[in-house]
Every structure is written in C-alpha cells, then in structure tokens.
C-alpha cells in the first residue's frame, strides 16, 4: 500500500473497514505531515493530543462494531466553526483568545460521525477575502508554490484557504469550509482540490461565526468528488437551533455517483464569457462541456440576464449583514477588550485593535448601506436585484439540469503581488457569486492545469436541494479529467 497519507477519505474509510490500518496509524501519519509542513501556515491551532485520543476511542468503537460514517478519519476543521473547549478565532484578533463553551452543530455531527479532528484551520479573517492574507494569523501558502521558487510564493485563495491547503497538501483527508460568495469553490480551484458549498439550509449555520446570514453555507472539502459526498453526508441535515435550516431528508450522496449522465442537459450561461476571460480558463471550460458531452449530456446555451449585478448586489447585501452581525464584537458581549475612559471609548479601542482593515472596510460599507437616506438606494435595491439573479436561475432549471462554468476567472496568483485595490481581490468571486446569492448548490472541481502548471477549477451548480445531480455530473467530469496531478511544494 502507498502512503496511508495518499489515500483519499473514502479509500480511508474502506482501509478501516478491512483492518488494513487504524485510526491510530492514520492520525499519527497526519499528524507527522502537520508538524511537517507548518511552513505553509494552514492551522491556526493543532490539537493532536484530543486527536490521538479521539483516534484510540474511534479504534475500540470499531472493535466493539459501532464504527460511524467517518470513524477514525482525520479531519481539518476551519477556525470559524466554534468549537467546544478548543479555541476559536476567526482569524481575527478580536476572538484571539476565544474558546467556545458549545460545539457548531456541523463540527459535532462530523464527531459525531467518528471524524478525528487535527485542529483549527486557517481562514480570511471573519472569511472576508480570497486570498488568505487578511487572517491576523499570517498568510497561508498554496502547496503548489514550486519548490525551486519558494520566493514566488502562491496565495491558497479565501477565505477557506487553510482548508484547501491542508487537503491538497495531505495534512488531513478532508476539511470544513464555509462559502458567502465562493470561500469553499474558489480555494478549491486554487489547491487543485474539490469542494461544495450546498444548498442554502442544507446544513445548519448554528455555532457558526456569521459572515453575512442570508447567504452563509458550510460544506466540505476534499480531494474528490466521493469524499465530498461522504463528508456532506455527515454534515447535513435539519437543525431547529438554525431557523434556516430546511427540514428534509439527507439523501445518500455516495449513491448518486452512478457514472451515468445520458440524457442530462447541462445548461452554459452566454454571460460567463466576459470580455478579457483568459484562453486557458475558456479552453478548460470547452473542454468540459466536450468531457460532458462525450458522455452522453447535451450542452445547451442558456442566459442567465442579470449577472453582471450579481457582484454589486454581493457587495451591498453582504457587507450590510456583516455590519449587523460583527456589532456584538464590542468588548462587552464578545471580543478581547481594550478598557477606555468612557463606554464609547472602549467600543471605538476594542473595534479599532480587533479588526483588520478588510473587515473595517465591510463593516463601514454596510453600515452606510443601511442607514437612513440611502437603505432604499442601496440595501433595498439590491435585495430586488437579488430576486431577479434568483429568478434567472429558476428560468434557466427549467431547461436544464446543471450549470457549467468556470470557477475563478484565474489561477491562484502571488502572494506577494496579489492585487492591492479591494475592488479586483473582489472580482476572483464573479462566477461564483451568483449562486450564492440565489442559494444553489455549487461544486468546484480541478479540470486541469494552467500553461504554468497551476490547478485549474470549473464549477456546477445545480436545482434546490439537488447536491446528488451535482454529484453525479461531477463524478463523471472527473473521470474524465483524470486529475492527478500533484501539488509540487510539499
Ligand atoms: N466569504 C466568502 O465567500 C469569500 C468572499 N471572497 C468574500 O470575501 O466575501
């Protein structure tokens, strides 16, 4: 057998379920890849001594023959999932010293499940960027930084960059990510690894460290198309604690991977072919819609109208929940404090030290966005945007089974020369936007490689609550893809 650290979540699963390794052996093997390679920055805190733990009581449930769904898996877990006992950040300096008296709904089933977590992973700070560089942790570095270069360092895109380095770098053998506008997809398409950010309500966003509410989403990341779908099937399902939770049954996943997509209509949107979109990400994406129809599918254009407000919109819509959501930062509620002479003084201190200039920028857009005189120009307007981003999508699933795109419209980029102005850090989200804002499954997986080596993604998105057609598309572009390409930095 290779290395138990080359073995993807469910090849672990089915080497656990023979007696071929155990929990122990793989946590250990993990956990030596962690110490390994710390240079690349993607865990904001190990845990490796309630993970031994954890792997030893996962060994003895499986002798007594009560082995769960995940049991004995070593896992990542982003550090915005609060955690009970283990100190949760957000990468932000505000939550420093933070640790949970309760454990996110998500992060218990995964226990719950029998999945080993390795520790916290390293994120954009409140998840706002794509980059990783706005954590108070320091930057994570994308595996696929080349060995010969270590100078021209890449950026694991955001914000669940510690995740999908982790993953690509064989730390762990699946991650949680979050996604708002694209943190799961596009650090998925930058690592060269596979992600889903699931129907809105499709897992609880209980415990949770909210970003902005309407559009926040957890889902997994992992190195294929079955890992994910065995990792959301264990973190799915209905939470009365999230009152956006939607009550319906978790199907079986692994189950829609069937291998056939004869007959399925895969929808191309005319509007994800902007001036300037680079040859290599359209050649991919040709190449895709020829994979899919090779195997029986039939691309079909579609118009999906109002797109291009789809960035404008997030850019409202979000920033103005954050702004509601961050106020309970203010050293009295949550949140290091730092003491002042009056109360309004120590808010401004606290906010002022605590937040990075990312999240202070959000926050100065959202509260002008929802205060009086300009909530109807703004706020108000982009909420009826939304609707008709909303709106497009429906049209267009009545023609089609599932959407194919690109992920990112580049591949990951320097970390030292990522851009500098906000507004183009924004624009790595504009495929992956829309689908947030109409609350649809999305998928990224690698197709391929740019001319300089580097992962590139393409995207599925697919009808409310149809993960399994998105699973089953995917699981057949991936055979044809054949990505096997690996990181060349660790
Ligand atoms: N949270 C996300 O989905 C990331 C997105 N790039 C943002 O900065 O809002």
């Known amino acids: 057998m290779s290395a138990l650290t080359d073995l993807t979540l469910a090849g672990a699963r089915d080497a656990l379920a023979r007696g071929e390794t155990s929990a122990v052996e793989l946590t250990r093997a993990f956990l030596d890849r962690v110490a390994a390679h710390r240079a690349l920055n993607a865990f904001i805190t190990e845990t490796a001594e309630p993970a031994l733990a954890a792997a030893a009581a996962s060994d003895a449930r499986r002798k007594s023959g009560q082995a769960g769904a995940m049991d004995g898996l070593p896992i990542g877990v982003k550090d915005l999932f609060c955690t009970e006992g283990v100190r949760t950040t957000a990468a932000s300096k505000i939550l420093g010293d933070f640790t949970p008296p309760y454990e996110s709904t998500v992060s218990a089933k995964l226990k719950a499940a029998g999945a080993i977590s390795l520790g916290k992973l390293n994120l954009d700070e409140f998840a706002m960027g794509s980059s990783n560089k706005t954590s108070a942790f320091g930057p994570v570095v994308n595996p696929w930084t080349r060995r010969s270069d270590r100078s021209a360092r890449l950026v694991p895109g955001g914000s669940s960059g510690g995740s999908a380095a982790a993953v690509a770098a064989r730390l762990v053998l699946g991650a949680t990510g979050t996604d ?12 060269g690894i596979t992600g889903i950010k699931p129907t809105y309500g499709r897992c609880s966003r209980w ?5 902005a509410s309407s559009l926040d989403q957890a889902g997994p990341m992992a190195r294929t198309v079955r890992d994910c779908a065995l990792m959301l099937g264990s973190m799915a399902g209905f939470d009365p604690k999230d009152s956006t939770s939607v009550d319906r049954a978790v199907p079986d996943f692994e189950a829609a991977l069937t291998g056939d997509i004869r007959g399925l209509r895969v929808g191309i949107p005319r509007q994800y072919r902007p001036d300037g979109l680079s040859a290599e990400i ?17 691309p079909v254009e579609i118009d999906l ?25 203010d050293g009295l ?8 002479k009056s109360l ?18 959000r926050i100065m857009i959202g509260t002008y966005v929802l205060s009086a005189g300009y909530y109807d120009a703004y706020y108000a307007k982009a909420q009826k945007v939304r609707r008709l981003i909303a709106e497009d999508f429906r049209q267009a699933f009545e023609r089609v089974d599932v959407i194919l795109t690109p992920t990112a419209p580049t591949p990951a980029f320097g970390l030292d020369d990522s851009p500098a102005d906000p507004v183009t850090m924004w624009l790595n989200d504009v495929f992956t936007i829309p689908t947030s ?4 499954p999305g998928l990224s997986l690698p197709a391929g490689l740019s001319g300089d080596g580097l992962p590139l993604g393409l995207q599925l998105i697919g009808r409310p609550f ?8 995917a699981g057949v572009m991936e055979q044809a893809a054949g990505f096997d390409a690996r990181p060349e930095g660790v």
């Open 180 to 191: 708002t506008g694209g943190s799961i997809r596009q650090p998925a398409a930058f690592c």
């Open 207 to 211: 415990g949770i460290v909210a970003f």
């Open 282 to 298: 359209q050649a991919v994406w040709d190449q895709g819609i020829d994979w899919l129809r090779q195997a029986g599918a039939e």
């Open 305 to 329: 109208p109002h797109t291009k407000y789809a960035l404008p919109t997030y850019y409202i819509v979000a920033p103005a929940e954050a702004s509601s959501n961050l106020a309970r930062y």
């Open 333 to 340: 509620r949550f949140g290091q404090r730092v003491p002042g």
């Open 344 to 361: 309004d003084e120590m808010y401004a201190k606290t906010r002022a030290a605590g937040f990075g200039p990312e999240v202070r920028r």
């Open 437 to 440: 804002l109409a609350g649809l």
């Open 466 to 473: 149809d993960e399994e057609t998105v699973f089953r598309v």
